[in-house]
């Protein structure tokens, strides 16, 4: 009866999602965790849930920094050039992680097993690497999807012009080729663009990549040697050359990043728009979007291999290796990423990295059609969704491609002459860091 | 028991050369150092991994950096020049004034007194192609029905840096300029009127060389600042796109602090220090012959 007792309270605490670390009352009394988290509003709800860590652990977290990821980068190596990490705790990403190979620590030693088996595995897998799970990802799970304007489907005369033009019905495009023909389609300069893309640093870098994977072909070799001067890349770039050239993106595309997208599809002068996740609340918010009402969801594209494009990042909490009290470092890290915190998380709109907290934010979802159809929309491209590749030079690789990506696309270079350069700069970065 | 004194003034001094020691001679022969090393902010041990000259080699054969150098050359020509002319102009007719001057002086620093930040991200709006207010106003007032990619074309965001420079930085001559003005003696102005010097014989050849030293101070001044561009021109184009707006300390930064390789960027960073010396010479041996040919001595 006993056994009986104890195993259904712990069928109770696994369905209930709290399998993952039970807390003992003052397990860390007297430590003090210190943290570098990433900091803006949308994260500082999962925060405030800290002190029930702190009643239940009796230790205390002490927040030392907290910036934006970028910013946090550069910190984060300061740190590390100084010798100073004196914190233990820190908010990471799956695009930054690989930079830092010595920086974290294995949590696998740290955290139960069960609890890893309850991320969604493509996602645990990113957060490995070179064997060692250095992160547990939080909510903020990213994959761009397709944002578009409904009434431009709705439109007979518009559909008729576009299949005599085209040759084909006018739908809610399923591949990048199909993306491409509607965004000139749409196009009227300057009132109003067929698409837009982020043109500069790793956004491009990003999205030329994903474009490549969805044609069939690879950014790097297993040898991390350049591999995307192929015609896949080359079939990739000109994506964006063709956008360009034919006037259906802004002209400033080029200087745009994420906050300049987000709020263009929002201003109604854009059709078509590949975004993240955390827009699809401001798009549809009639305070705040022109597009309110007007917004549908679909799936991101295919490219030419039939695969869809799927670059994808993550939010995590790490320990570092110099952490005097990895134990309660990685508690805190469980606790701030265990179902309980994803539900909160979530609920603001960011998808979840918990199996079980998927099931939960669609179950929510099903009274809200808008909502469903942004979950359905992610959920569908999430399953094929990839990482940055898994080498500490990604951010250096990038910032040697995107300069040649957009010289292409300005016309300075030819599609050729910027992927040999960019290939040849890449491989001398691989070359000059030993990488082989 | 023998204790060494040491000469008093030594003792007083002893702070600032602490100081300086800690704040500039230790990082400056750190940073010398760490150019000829393979060093990279995540890989600390780097720090000792001697490559000889290989950094300094490496930027002289890098055509982006030597295309970075140039365009910070031009800026800085064009920028100091457009400056001058403005800040002398503003100065000749606030030094007009007899009412309100003191008002106009203090308005005149307002742009001095914004984060160079701000100013970067005020002018990447008004410069947005799609909505800024520079190509909004063109198209409601009907002179373009086009969106202009301001920080697109080279040659466009090189005039909306230059813009934004001018913009904040025009009243440092104004206010040096306007003190000259001040400190002029009258009485070579008054003989030049009563000798029959027209108003422009007067300012070319009696006001102007009293002005000149004032000047070359406010270049001397303004080519150091405008060498070490990066934070305006980093918030407006990011030294980008397809690096048309590059400039020294754009591509230095993202070297140093977002590719980690601080060897390479400290190598950079030492070759252009080489320019705001120059410039620096340059405009200090200007700033002794204007002196001199006051009889102010060099």
């Not at chain 1, 309660?328 to 179902?339: G, H, I, R």
């Not at chain 1, 030819?414 to 001398?428: F, I, P, R, W």
């Not at chain 2, 009485?187 to 002005?211: H, I, M, N, S």
Request: net charge negative; with cysteine.
């Amino acid at each position: 009866m006993k056994t009986f007792a104890a195993s259904s309270t712990l069928a109770l605490l696994a369905g209930l999602g709290l399998a993952s670390v039970a807390l003992a009352e003052g397990e860390f009394a007297g430590i003090t965790i210190d943290a570098k988290l990433i900091g803006g509003q949308q994260y500082e709800a999962l925060y405030a849930r800290i002190p029930e860590w702190e009643a239940k652990t009796g230790a205390k977290v002490n927040i030392v920094s907290q910036k934006n990821h970028f910013e946090l980068d550069k910190e984060f190596k300061a740190d590390i050039a100084a010798g100073s990490i004196t914190w233990c705790v820190g908010s990471n990403h799956s695009s930054f992680a690989p930079q830092y190979p010595a920086l974290y620590t294995d949590l696998t030693p740290l955290v139960p097993a069960e609890t890893v088996a309850g991320f969604v595995g493509a996602n645990i897998a990113a957060a490995t690497l070179d064997g060692k799970l250095v992160m547990l990802p939080r909510a903020q799970f990213d994959v761009s999807a397709l944002y578009y304007q409904k009434s431009l489907y709705a439109d007979p005369a518009r559909a008729e012009a576009f299949k005599a033009e085209y040759g084909y019905d006018l739908a809610v495009p399923e591949t990048w080729d199909q993306f491409r023909d509607q965004a000139m389609f749409f196009a009227d300069p300057p009132n109003f663009y067929g698409t837009q893309y982020a043109g500069k640093e790793e956004g491009i870098a990003g999205r030329f990549y994903e474009l490549v994977v969805a044609n069939g072909g690879k950014l790097f070799n297993d040898d991390f040697s350049p591999a995307f001067n192929s015609p896949e890349g080359k079939m990739a770039l000109q994506w964006f050359v063709d956008l360009y050239k034919a006037g259906a993106v802004p002209p400033g595309t080029t200087n745009y990043l994420w906050d300049d997208l987000g709020n263009g599809f929002a201003s109604g002068t854009i059709a078509l728009n590949l975004d993240w996740p955390g827009w699809s609340g401001f798009f549809n918010d009639p305070s705040a979007s022109k597009v309110a009402g007007n917004v549908g969801v679909a799936p991101a594209p295919k490219g030419a291999a039939g695969v869809r494009t799927g670059w994808s990042g993550f939010h995590g909490f790490s320990v570092t290796e110099a952490c005097a009290n990895k134990e309660a470092a990685a508690s805190l890290v469980d606790f701030l990423t265990n179902e309980d915190s994803q539900k909160l998380e979530s609920a603001a709109g960011p998808l979840p990295t918990r199996t079980a907290v998927w099931d939960h934010v669609i179950a929510q979802a099903a009274s809200d059609p808008y909502k469903a159809e942004v979950l359905a929309a992610f959920q569908e491209t999430a399953k094929t969704a990839f990482p940055v590749p898994k080498t500490p030079y990604w951010i250096e690789a990038s910032n040697l491609i995107y300069p040649e990506l957009q010289a292409a696309i300005l016309g300075d270079k030819t599609v050729d002459e910027a992927l040999q350069t960019a290939s040849d700069a890449v491989d001398g970065l691989m070359r000059e860091n030993g990488v082989y | 028991m023998y204790r060494m004194r040491l000469p008093p003034w030594l003792v007083l001094l002893m702070p600032a050369f602490v100081i300086l020691l800690a704040v500039i001679a230790i990082p400056l022969v750190l940073s010398l150092y760490s150019s000829f090393t393979a060093f990279q902010l995540t890989r600390p041990e780097t720090i000792s991994k001697w490559i000889g000259t290989f950094n300094y080699e490496k930027a002289m054969g890098d055509a982006n950096f030597w295309a970075a150098f140039g365009r910070t050359v031009l800026l800085l020509t064009v920028a100091l020049n457009l400056e001058m002319l403005l800040g002398l102009g503003l100065a000749l007719m606030v030094a007009k004034v007899t009412r309100g001057q003191r008002l106009l002086r203090t308005m005149m620093m307002f742009p001095m007194m914004f984060s160079p930040i701000l100013v970067g991200f005020q002018f990447k709006f008004i410069f947005n192609d799609n909505v800024g207010l520079l190509n909004n106003a063109l198209q409601s007032l009907g002179l373009s029905d086009v969106a202009i990619p301001w920080l697109v074309d080279g040659n466009l965001a090189f005039i909306a840096i230059v813009t934004a420079e001018v913009w904040t930085s025009t009243s440092v001559f104004a206010i040096l300029i306007l003190a000259g003005l001040f400190a002029i003696p009258q009485d070579p102005v008054e003989a030049a009127r009563v000798d029959g010097c027209t108003p422009w014989q007067t300012f070319r050849y009696v006001t102007l060389p009293f002005l000149m030293p004032f000047i070359y101070i406010a270049m001397a001044i303004r080519s150091l600042d405008v060498a070490r561009a990066y934070d305006i021109v980093q918030v407006m184009t990011a030294g980008g796109p397809a690096r048309r707006t590059e400039l020294l300390w754009t591509l230095i930064g993202r070297t140093g602090y977002v590719d980690a390789r601080m060897g390479y960027a400290n190598a950079m960073g030492y070759i252009a220090i080489l320019l705001s010396i120059l410039f620096t010479v340059y405009f200090f041996r200007k700033l002794t012959t204007a002196r001199t040919s006051l009889g102010m001595g060099g």
